[in-house]
C-alpha cells in the first residue's frame, strides 16, 4: 500500500457480497449436436447465472421451453446426473436416462428438505428442424451438490411467533421473530429475491407457529431490483393490498424486511421505507427502533457459561475467566449433589436435576436463595439415565424438561419454572424415547435426542400451542430428522436463530462436530474440531461465544479461531443461559 501521496476518494456504496462473484453463464447448442452432447450442454446452461436460464432453454423444443418451469423446484445430487441412452432410437426420438444418488430437494418455496435415496428420470430428445433437441423433460433443475452450493445461498426469512395462549406471560408479547432458512439464488437480484421470499410466507413447515404482518398476496409494485441507498436505507413500493394497514402493522412488516435482508446485504441496513402502490409513504422504520423486535432479543447476554464440577455443584465460567466458580445460591454449595442444569435467559434462575435423575429444583442465582420444593419427580427405578432429562428454558419463561421413565415417557413444560407440569403431546414419536432435548429461545421448536432402534438421532418438532391461559394444550409436531448423515447423535445445541452445533457419527466413522440449519441442510460456515469424545455440548446464539463441551478431557472451551483448552478437569453437562 502507497504510503505517501494524493487523498483518494474510496467509493464505499453499499452493496451486496454477490455483486463482486464472476457470474456464470451457459453455452449455446452447437450444430449437429448428438443427444448425449445436447442433454450435457442443457445441464450445465442450468448451473449458470442467467435469470431466466434463456440460453439453457435453447436446448429445449419450442413446446418443451413453454412448458419447462426451471423455479418448480431444485433436485440435489451427490454429484452431476450420470446419462445414457436408454434403448435404441425410436421413430419419434430418443430416451437419455439420468442417475445419481439424490441428497435433497428445495420446493417452489424455496424450502430445502433432506432427501437421500436413489434418482432416476428420463429426457426424451427428438428432431426439431433436422436437430436434436430435447421435448420432454422433468419440471425443475437437476444439480450436483458442488454447484448448488456454488449457485444457491441458505438465507433466513423472519415470521412473528403466534404465541397463543402464552402471549400475555410473554414480557416480549407479539415481538417475538423466528428465523425460517430458504435457499435463494446467490446472484440474481439478491435483495428482490429476498424480499419476495419473505412476501411469499413463511415454509409449509414452520408456517403453524408463525404469521407474517404483511396482508396475504402483498406484492412488489415495481419490476426493477431493489437496491440499498448511499445511506444504507431500502425503499419498498407494495402493491394496492398493503395500502390499508395502518402505521404500528406497518412497522411490524418493515421490522420482517430490516432482519431478512440483513442476511443478504454486506452493508448494515440504516432503515426500511415502505410505499404505497401511488409511491406515497405507508411507513418507515429505523434499525434504532427495530431493535425492540430483534430476533437476537429473546437469546439473553450469555455472560457466563454453567456446569456441574466434580463435587456436583453448579459453577459458572466467564468468557475471560481460568477458573470456575460456584454460583450464589443453593445450587452452588456443597452438597447440592446435582446431575444437570439450566439457567434461564436473565441468567437470575436456574432448574437443576438430582444426581440422581429423581427430582427437578428451581432456585435464584442469588446468595441467600432457597432450593424449596421438588417441582416435578420421576418415578423411575432405574439409574439417572432413566430419569429426567437436563432441563431447558425458552425466552418466554417456559421450562422444558423429559421423564424418561421407562414406564411412562414423557415431554413436560413448567410454565415460568413453576406450578403444575404440562404434558406436551409428541403424536408422532411413536416408541422413541427422549434421551435429552434443547429448545429454542423463541419457544416455537424443539430439538430431540431420540433414541429408537437402538440408535439416538437428532429430531425437531415445532411447538403448537392451544388451550387457553389457564389450560394451555402444547404439542410438538412435525418431527423432522437433522443431521440426516449422522447415524449416531451424542449431543446437539442451538448456535444461532437457525442454526445448531451437533456431535456426532456418520457410519462406520469417528464423531464428528458440525454445524446444521433447521431445514437440515449443512450450514455455509467453517466446520469446528473436535474434542476427544464430546459426551454434552454448550453454545451460544452469540456466534462469537465460545464453544464448550464436556470431554475425556474434562470441561473444554473452543474460543474463536482458537483450540481446545481444559477449563476443568471434572465436571459434566455444560450449558450456556437457555
Same mark, same amino acid.
Given at each position: 500500500?502507497?504510503?505517501?501521496?494524493?487523498?483518494?476518494?474510496?467509493?464505499?456504496?453499499?452493496?451486496?457480497?454477490?455483486?463482486?462473484?464472476?457470474?456464470?453463464?451457459?453455452?449455446?447448442?452447437?450444430?449437429?449436436?448428438?443427444?448425449?452432447?445436447?442433454?450435457?450442454?442443457?445441464?450445465?446452461?442450468?448451473?449458470?447465472?442467467?435469470?431466466?436460464?434463456?440460453?439453457?432453454?435453447?436446448?429445449?423444443?419450442?413446446?418443451a421451453?413453454?412448458?419447462?418451469?426451471?423455479?418448480?423446484?431444485?433436485?440435489?445430487?451427490?454429484?452431476?446426473?450420470?446419462?445414457?441412452?436408454?434403448?435404441?432410437?425410436?421413430?419419434?426420438?430418443?430416451?437419455?436416462?439420468?442417475?445419481?444418488?439424490?441428497?435433497?430437494?428445495?420446493?417452489?418455496h424455496?424450502?430445502?428438505?433432506?432427501?437421500?435415496r436413489?434418482?432416476?428420470?428420463?429426457?426424451?430428445?427428438?428432431?426439431?428442424?433436422?436437430?436434436?433437441?430435447?421435448?420432454?423433460?422433468?419440471?425443475?433443475?437437476?444439480?450436483?451438490?458442488?454447484?448448488?452450493?456454488?449457485?444457491?445461498?441458505?438465507?433466513?426469512?423472519?415470521?412473528?411467533?403466534?404465541?397463543?395462549?402464552?402471549?400475555g406471560?410473554?414480557?416480549?408479547?407479539?415481538?417475538?421473530?423466528?428465523?425460517?432458512?430458504?435457499?435463494?439464488?446467490?446472484?440474481?437480484?439478491?435483495v428482490?429475491?429476498?424480499?419476495?421470499?419473505?412476501?411469499?410466507?413463511?415454509?409449509?413447515?414452520?408456517?403453524?407457529?408463525?404469521?407474517?404482518?404483511?396482508?396475504?398476496?402483498?406484492?412488489?409494485?415495481?419490476?426493477?431490483?431493489?437496491?440499498?441507498?448511499?445511506?444504507? @436505507?431500502?425503499?419498498?413500493?407494495? *402493491? =394496492?393490498?398493503?395500502?390499508? %394497514?395502518?402505521?404500528? &402493522?406497518?412497522? $411490524?412488516? #418493515? +421490522?420482517?424486511v430490516?432482519?431478512?435482508?440483513?442476511?443478504?446485504?454486506?452493508?448494515?441496513?440504516?432503515?426500511?421505507?415502505?410505499?404505497?402502490?401511488?409511491?406515497s409513504?405507508l411507513?418507515?422504520?429505523?434499525?434504532?427502533?427495530?431493535?425492540?423486535?430483534?430476533?437476537?432479543?429473546?437469546?439473553?447476554?450469555?455472560?457466563?457459561?454453567?456446569?456441574?464440577?466434580?463435587?456436583?455443584?453448579?459453577?459458572?465460567?466467564?468468557?475471560?475467566?481460568?477458573?470456575?466458580?460456584?454460583?450464589? @445460591?443453593?445450587?452452588?454449595?456443597? *452438597? =447440592?449433589?446435582?446431575g444437570? %442444569?439450566?439457567?434461564? &435467559?436473565?441468567? $437470575?434462575? #436456574? +432448574?437443576?436435576?438430582?444426581?440422581?435423575?429423581?427430582?427437578?429444583?428451581?432456585?435464584?442465582?442469588?446468595?441467600?436463595?432457597?432450593?424449596?420444593?421438588?417441582?416435578?419427580?420421576?418415578?423411575a427405578g432405574g439409574?439417572?439415565?432413566?430419569?429426567?432429562?437436563?432441563?431447558?428454558?425458552?425466552?418466554?419463561?417456559?421450562?422444558?424438561?423429559?421423564?424418561?421413565?421407562?414406564?411412562?415417557?414423557?415431554?413436560?413444560?413448567?410454565q415460568?419454572?413453576?406450578?403444575?407440569?404440562?404434558?406436551?403431546?409428541?403424536?408422532?414419536?411413536?416408541k422413541?424415547?427422549?434421551?435429552?432435548?434443547?429448545?429454542s429461545?423463541?419457544?416455537?421448536?424443539? +430439538?430431540?435426542?431420540?433414541?429408537?432402534?437402538?440408535?439416538?438421532?437428532?429430531?425437531?418438532?415445532?411447538?403448537?400451542r392451544?388451550?387457553?391461559a389457564?389450560?394451555?394444550?402444547?404439542?410438538?409436531?412435525?418431527?423432522?430428522?437433522?443431521?440426516?448423515?449422522?447415524?449416531?447423535?451424542?449431543?446437539?445445541?442451538?448456535?444461532?436463530?437457525?442454526?445448531?452445533?451437533v456431535?456426532?457419527?456418520?457410519?462406520?466413522?469417528?464423531?464428528?462436530?458440525?454445524?446444521?440449519?433447521?431445514?437440515?441442510?449443512?450450514?455455509?460456515?467453517?466446520?469446528?474440531?473436535?474434542?476427544?469424545?464430546?459426551?454434552?455440548?454448550?453454545?451460544?446464539?452469540?456466534?462469537?461465544?465460545?464453544?464448550?463441551?464436556?470431554?475425556?478431557?474434562?470441561?473444554?472451551?473452543?474460543?474463536?479461531?482458537?483450540?481446545?483448552?481444559?477449563?476443568?478437569?471434572?465436571?459434566?453437562?455444560?450449558?450456556?443461559?437457555g
Amino acid at each position: 500500500m502507497p504510503d505517501s501521496g494524493d487523498v483518494s476518494r474510496v467509493d464505499s456504496s453499499p452493496r451486496t457480497d454477490s455483486d463482486s462473484q464472476v457470474r456464470v453463464y451457459g453455452v449455446s447448442p452447437g450444430k449437429g449436436e448428438q443427444p448425449l452432447e445436447l442433454v450435457s450442454g442443457f445441464l450445465e446452461a442450468t448451473t449458470s447465472d442467467e435469470e431466466r436460464f434463456d440460453t439453457a432453454k435453447q436446448y429445449l423444443s419450442g413446446k418443451a421451453a413453454s412448458r419447462w418451469d426451471p423455479f418448480a423446484s431444485v433436485t440435489v445430487l451427490a454429484e452431476a446426473p450420470k446419462m445414457r441412452v436408454v434403448g435404441h432410437q425410436e421413430s419419434d426420438g430418443i430416451t437419455v436416462e439420468l442417475s445419481g444418488t439424490q441428497l435433497a430437494t428445495v420446493d417452489e418455496h424455496h424450502a430445502y428438505e433432506p432427501q437421500e435415496r436413489p434418482y432416476r428420470q428420463s429426457i426424451h430428445l427428438g428432431r426439431d428442424r433436422s436437430e436434436w433437441r430435447i421435448d420432454q423433460l422433468p419440471p425443475g433443475l437437476v444439480i450436483g451438490e458442488a454447484d448448488f452450493q456454488r449457485i444457491y445461498r441458505s438465507v433466513n426469512t423472519y415470521f412473528f411467533a403466534k404465541l397463543g395462549p402464552d402471549a400475555g406471560a410473554s414480557r416480549f408479547e407479539d415481538s417475538v421473530l423466528v428465523a425460517d432458512p430458504v435457499y435463494l439464488r446467490r446472484r440474481i437480484a439478491p435483495v428482490t429475491a429476498t424480499v419476495k421470499s419473505l412476501l411469499d410466507g413463511p415454509t409449509s413447515w414452520l408456517s403453524p407457529v408463525v404469521s407474517s404482518a404483511f396482508p396475504r398476496g402483498t406484492s412488489l409494485k415495481d419490476s426493477g431490483d431493489l437496491t440499498l441507498d448511499d445511506s444504507g @436505507g431500502l425503499r419498498i413500493r407494495l *402493491g =394496492a393490498r398493503a395500502g390499508r %394497514v395502518d402505521t404500528a &402493522r406497518c412497522q $411490524r412488516m #418493515a +421490522a420482517q424486511v430490516l432482519f431478512t435482508v440483513q442476511d443478504q446485504a454486506s452493508a448494515r441496513l440504516s432503515g426500511v421505507r415502505l410505499d404505497r402502490a401511488n409511491g406515497s409513504e405507508l411507513c418507515t422504520l429505523t434499525r434504532e427502533t427495530a431493535m425492540r423486535y430483534a430476533p437476537e432479543a429473546v437469546d439473553g447476554r450469555a455472560s457466563h457459561v454453567y456446569f456441574v464440577d466434580g463435587r456436583h455443584r453448579m459453577v459458572w465460567l466467564s468468557e475471560h475467566d481460568s477458573k470456575p466458580l460456584p454460583v450464589p @445460591g443453593p445450587f452452588g454449595a456443597d *452438597g =447440592a449433589q446435582l446431575g444437570s %442444569v439450566a439457567v434461564d &435467559r436473565d441468567e $437470575r434462575r #436456574a +432448574a437443576a436435576v438430582s444426581r440422581d435423575g429423581r427430582s427437578l429444583y428451581v432456585a435464584e442465582l442469588s446468595e441467600g436463595a432457597e432450593r424449596g420444593r421438588v417441582r416435578l419427580h420421576s418415578g423411575a427405578g432405574g439409574g439417572p439415565e432413566d430419569g429426567l432429562s437436563a432441563p431447558s428454558w425458552d425466552a418466554l419463561g417456559g421450562l422444558w424438561v423429559a421423564d424418561r421413565d421407562p414406564q411412562g415417557p414423557r415431554l413436560l413444560r413448567l410454565q415460568d419454572g413453576e406450578g403444575t407440569p404440562q404434558e406436551v403431546r409428541i403424536p408422532e414419536l411413536g416408541k422413541g424415547r427422549i434421551e435429552g432435548l434443547r429448545v429454542s429461545a423463541d419457544g416455537t421448536r424443539i +430439538a430431540l435426542l431420540v433414541k429408537r432402534d437402538g440408535h439416538t438421532r437428532l429430531l425437531l418438532g415445532r411447538v403448537e400451542r392451544g388451550g387457553s391461559a389457564d389450560e394451555p394444550l402444547l404439542s410438538v409436531l412435525g418431527l423432522r430428522r437433522i443431521a440426516p448423515k449422522l447415524v449416531e447423535v451424542d449431543a446437539a445445541s442451538w448456535a444461532g436463530g437457525s442454526r445448531l452445533v451437533v456431535a456426532g457419527r456418520e457410519s462406520k466413522g469417528v464423531q464428528q462436530l458440525q454445524y446444521v440449519e433447521t431445514d437440515g441442510s449443512p450450514a455455509n460456515v467453517q466446520q469446528p474440531p473436535s474434542p476427544n469424545r464430546a459426551e454434552s455440548l454448550a453454545s451460544a446464539e452469540d456466534p462469537d461465544k465460545p464453544l464448550i463441551a464436556e470431554s475425556t478431557d474434562g470441561i473444554v472451551r473452543l474460543p474463536r479461531d482458537g483450540d481446545w483448552k481444559t477449563v476443568a478437569e471434572q465436571g459434566t453437562a455444560p450449558v450456556y443461559p437457555g
